[in-house]
């Protein structure tokens, strides 16, 4: 697997991290290209289903990240968020999908040196962990599932 | 053609299935872990059973599969292309074991695929499909084929129907060509029949259809309608579970560029099946889903296509989590 | 249950109700849902321990409505989902009478909302005894023995959505599974289109779940569905110490937040 | 073609008219020449039209079938398909199969008078057997078009409506809905029926078409029969929500009928023996 690049999926809010990330850049401090970034509004608008929309789509690894507590440009989307990731990650827990695979943060507008820290942590555990073939497989063998005849 | 009857010994039936599953798909049926009665494809000999009254699911979807594509697309603005489904990578399939109600819905379904335009995914997987049926030795509470004008040993629909005998032998009616060319694949195993009985399950007959079908064409408006279905909380249970029940939707799914269009089940008790985009529902509350339902079974089919749309296996009956019995339901009908 | 014939017949004698939503044998002896609107009829109502489905589905349900003011015999799960119901605007507590059936099966005299909250919170409101133990033995797992268990249960899956619809916390005219634009959850019934149908249903019952196994009870295919609600209605009750259903005023979990919520897993 | 009835045909778009701020008409052209040269439709016919990963939905055939080599269509955006129609460009691939359904009987009616009636987004089902009989027009004797929309903008086809106008040899009259009218604007204003009902065309030796929201089929038929219409000599196309267009979905059944097979064009003697499913 020493080839194996993880492709990892970032899902930011719009006023921190993708500020922070943006602040890591300007900095020019380097960190592992193997992240994709999505902007969103708000944490709390990021749909746990989009998750498991990357997983299908190929994704190896996700950071979901957003202000931090009591910083919320709309003064409570990460709470909510918050309690909509223990209840995610338990559930993800109960069905055995892996949840060493996605990684929760807070990173403010200011912490470009944060960012940085939690891609390459990200990038080195998925990398440990190797592709997320588990996920692949399912999907794949639901659309062989349905070739098959019935 | 001229049917046949032969014998084939309780161990001659074990020769049979694995001489069939050497070479073919073999769809047949077998207790699961958690005690549901599911088919699958080439399980072992010793798994198969036989001492099954329903099984969760009918046996249409070899034939109407719970999903089929229709075709591949390249969605490329003015570049977009389309890639037909290749029929001819439809596999041939014997289907073993499925009782005699299940086995005359193929041609129920034939009458709504194939009234009119013909559809060619029904039609060339019916046609590779080889059907060996168990005539019904067990029976419950929930079934009513003798109803609708079957038995539990119908030959409507099978190309060889096997009957268990009292010494556990069983009996085959070789029907067509399709069941005749098995034979003769394993000729050595069918031998000349004994006057051993055959053990045929009774079911009693609870309504005559005909009956039912003529009062249904004046009952549109009846208030038995309503108050038969309060209880229905409109799953599609019913109408996936039955064995005749063909209506689909047809969907579209992309990935990037690329993706297929496909079809997939459809019940008649959602509401949404009607919905206009204008947000008019033609069938607005569950009651006249239900009456639509057993409308279309027992009233527009036998008028439309000279066919009736149940086979009385009673799934939807035993499978509904309200216990809506549509067999009890039939019997009031044809009484109002 | 003498008395609950007695004071059904009298709730719809005096015309305080216009319908009485109960359980009755059927012709097969299957037990199933009656509605009775005729006093003369209230002697079909039963009540044993077959009495299993939860009827609180039917009190949002429109032709039942149509009726009029409703009673309704109520066990525990029963009384849970209508606090759950008035608590989410989609019942007036002035609608319903409800018939309380304690755990031992005997009539229980509820004259209002306070006193079946008192009633409420006074039971055990974990999950039922007999699906802890399928629990615990899944929690046991580990992820990929997890991970092949619900693949293969969810394999099952046919989308007829009896899960939703046996649900009284499923009262949406359009589930987030009809919206197609985007079309959010794939239709076809295949596992991987079946397994996020799945956990979005248990996600959005998340904190909302009353644990009374209907979902599961109404499967077709025998999936036990409810396993998944149930075990978040635990771990609900792990990081926020409520359970859904002791009140009509209560706010879902996951529509309210406090600030000091405790989690371990975001860096 | 193959055997796959499900298969659409490959149309490009040649033209986009905008009618109104939210309703379109595309002009369609087959991809494949031997598909064009093949193809025939009647008026009345029906559609499947596809935006390849959208999904399909049901128009009747907007143009007539006297114009050769095009086929038009016109939908208002509604829902997921019509959307991503209407965000297609000049050029851009749309899939389209049929045509499904019965037709107008045009020439039952020959002969005859013509009344069309419409309102707001029901004139393009209508507007192809509109041309149809405008293109045949010495086998018809008077051609009268009502149709009405809720305002001024929201009347589609202007350019044709102006071109009916002037012709001598049609009678069009347009209104809309009081509050609905512009300073300029020269036609009635009124709803459908009371225009209808002020007009008083006679019954006479004359079909009525009619087709509109369900609001204005209710409170329009009063009149015709007031009129004197027969319920043989009025006709409508029903819609009922589609997927496969060649009845084995099961969707659009109304009684023992499809829409899809046995409509979508019904007279009103028709419609009074169905069950009320549409």
């Known amino acids: 697997m020493s080839d194996f690049e993880p492709k990892v999926v970032a899902f930011v809010c719009n006023w921190c991290t993708y500020a922070g990330a943006d602040l890591t850049g300007t900095s020019r401090i380097k960190y592992a290209s193997n992240v994709k970034i999505i902007r969103f509004p708000c944490t709390g608008r990021i749909d746990f289903m989009l998750l498991l929309k990357a997983f299908a789509n190929g994704a190896d690894g996700i950071i979901v990240s957003g202000c931090h507590p009591n910083d919320c440009h709309y003064t409570s989307g990460n709470f909510h968020a918050k309690r909509r990731w223990i209840m995610f990650k338990e559930l993800m827990d109960f069905m055995g999908i892996d949840m060493n695979r996605i990684t929760f943060s807070w990173v403010s507008a200011a912490e470009g040196a944060k960012w940085a820290d939690v891609v390459n942590a990200t990038v080195t555990r998925i990398r440990e962990l190797g592709p997320y073939v588990s996920y692949k497989e399912m999907v794949d063998k639901s659309v062989e599932e349905e070739v098959k005849n019935g | 053609m001229e049917t046949t009857r032969k014998l084939i010994r309780k161990q001659s039936v074990e020769k049979l299935y694995n001489a069939l599953t050497s070479n073919r798909q073999v769809y047949a ?220 939707d047809i969907q579209d799914e992309t990935r990037g560029k690329n993706g297929k269009r496909y079809r997939s089940w459809d019940s008649c008790g959602f509401g949404l099946f009607t919905l206009h985009t204008s947000g008019h ?46 067999a009890e339901q039939l019997e009031a009908l044809q009484n109002i | 249950m003498d008395n609950l014939v007695k004071r059904a017949k009298e709730l719809l004698e005096n015309k305080t109700v216009q319908v009485v939503i109960g359980y009755e044998a059927g012709p097969t002896g299957v037990i199933r849902p009656a509605f009775i609107t005729d006093p003369e009829k209230a002697g079909k109502l039963i009540y044993n321990d077959k009495c299993d489905q939860n009827l609180a589905v039917y009190l949002t349900k429109k032709e039942v409505k149509n009726f009029g003011k409703m009673a309704i015999v109520a066990t525990l799960p029963v009384m849970r989902s209508i606090m759950m119901l008035i608590s989410e605007q989609q019942l007036f507590a002035e609608s319903i009478v409800v018939l309380g059936i304690s755990a031992d099966g005997n009539l229980l005299d509820i004259a209002d909302i306070n006193i079946m909250q008192g009633y409420i919170e006074k039971s055990d409101l974990s999950n039922p005894e007999k699906y802890k133990a399928l629990l615990a033995e899944l929690n046991k797992l580990n992820p990929e023995e997890k991970f092949a268990y619900w693949q293969k249960e969810l394999s099952k899956c046919i989308k007829c959505y009896a899960c939703r619809q046996a649900c009284p916390m499923c009262y949406c005219t359009r589930c987030t599974v009809e919206v197609n634009q985007p079309q959010w959850i794939p239709v076809q019934a295949n596992t991987h289109g079946n397994m996020e149908w799945h956990i979005l249903r248990a996600m959005h019952l998340a904190g909302r779940c009353i644990s009374c196994g209907e979902c599961g009870r109404a499967c077709p295919v025998g999936i036990p569905c409810h396993l998944l609600t149930m075990q978040l209605t635990d771990q609900v009750y792990t990081y926020f110490k409520v359970y859904a259903g002791t009140s009509d005023k209560m706010n879902s979990v996951l529509s309210t937040f406090e600030p000091n919520d405790k989690e371990s897993f975001i860096i | 073609m193959s055997d796959n009835i499900y298969k659409p045909y490959l149309m490009e778009i040649e033209n986009i008219v905008e009618e109104t701020p939210d309703v379109r008409t595309f002009r369609l052209k087959f991809k494949n020449n031997e598909d064009a040269e ?137 209104t809309v809905d009081p509050g609905g009218q512009t300073p300029d604007w020269k036609g009635e204003i009124g709803f459908v029926p009371l225009v209808l009902e002020k007009l008083a065309p006679s019954s006479e030796n004359t079909v009525a078409v009619l087709c509109g929201p369900p609001v204005m089929i209710k409170f329009t038929m009063p009149v015709l029969k007031k009129l004197g219409f027969q319920d043989k000599d009025i006709y409508t196309t029903l819609e009922n929500r589609m997927k496969c267009g060649f009845g084995k979905c099961g969707r659009c059944n109304v009684g023992k009928l499809f829409v899809c097979k046995d409509g979508p064009v019904f007279s009103y003697e028709e419609i009074l023996t169905l069950p009320e499913e549409y």
């Open chain 2, 281 to 326: 529902n033609p069938r607005e509350v569950q009651s006249q889903r239900w009456r639509q339902r057993i409308m279309h079974k027992f009233s527009y089919m036998p008028e439309r296509n000279e066919s009736l749309g149940c086979v009385g296996c009673g799934r939807c009956s035993s499978g509904c989590p309200v216990d809506m019995n549509i």
């Open chain 4, 38 to 174: 093949k193809f025939v439709f009647k008026a009345g016919q029906f559609g499947e039209y596809s935006v390849l990963g959208e999904g399909e939905s049901t128009f009747c055939v907007a143009s007539s079938p006297t114009r050769k080599g095009y086929i038009e269509c016109t939908f208002r955006k509604a829902g997921r398909v019509t959307n991503a129609l209407a965000n297609l460009e000049i050029g851009d691939t749309v899939g389209f199969r049929g045509p499904y359904g019965n037709t107008f009987p045009v020439e039952q009616w020959e002969g005859k008078n013509l009344l069309y009636i419409a309102g707001g987004i029901a004139l393009p089902p209508m507007r192809c057997v509109i041309w149809n009989t405008i293109d045949l027009r010495d086998k018809y004797r008077d051609i009268t078009i009502v149709y009405g929309a809720r305002t001024v903008s929201d009347l589609v086809y202007k350019n044709e409506l102006k071109e009916w106008e002037d012709r001598p040899d049609i009678k069009l009259i347009t």
């Open chain 2, 29 to 248: 049926p077998v207790v699961a872990a958690d005690k549901q009665i599911e088919y699958r494809y080439n399980p072992g000999f010793a798994e198969v059973t036989f001492g099954h009254i329903r099984s969760t699911l009918s046996v249409k979807n070899v034939v109407f599969p719970k999903v089929e594509n229709l075709f591949f697309y390249t969605n490329a603005r003015s570049e977009s292309t389309i890639t037909d489904i290749d029929m001819s990578r439809i596999p041939e399939v014997v289907l073993w074991g499925a009782h005699p109600c299940d086995n005359a819905a193929f041609d129920t379904l034939r009458s709504i695929f194939c009234w009119d335009i013909k559809d060619e995914f029904f039609s060339k997987r019916l046609e590779k499909l080889a059907v060996i049926g168990l005539s019904c030795h067990l029976s419950d509470e929930y079934c009513f084929c003798t109803s609708v004008g079957l038995s539990p040993d119908s030959k409507k629909g099978s190309d060889i129907l096997l009957s268990l005998l009292k010494n556990g032998d069983y009996h085959a009616d070789i029907l067509t060509e399709k069941g005749n060319e098995i034979v003769k694949s394993a000729a050595d195993l069918f031998e000349t029949v004994s006057d051993e009985k055959e053990v045929i399950t009774e079911v009693k007959q609870k309504f005559s259809h005909e009956q039912v079908t003529s009062k249904l064409s004046a009952a549109f408006e009846h208030p038995f309608w309503v108050e038969n279905s309060l209880r229905c909380i409109g799953c599609g249970a019913c109408a996936y579970v039955c064995p005749t029940c063909a209506c689909f």
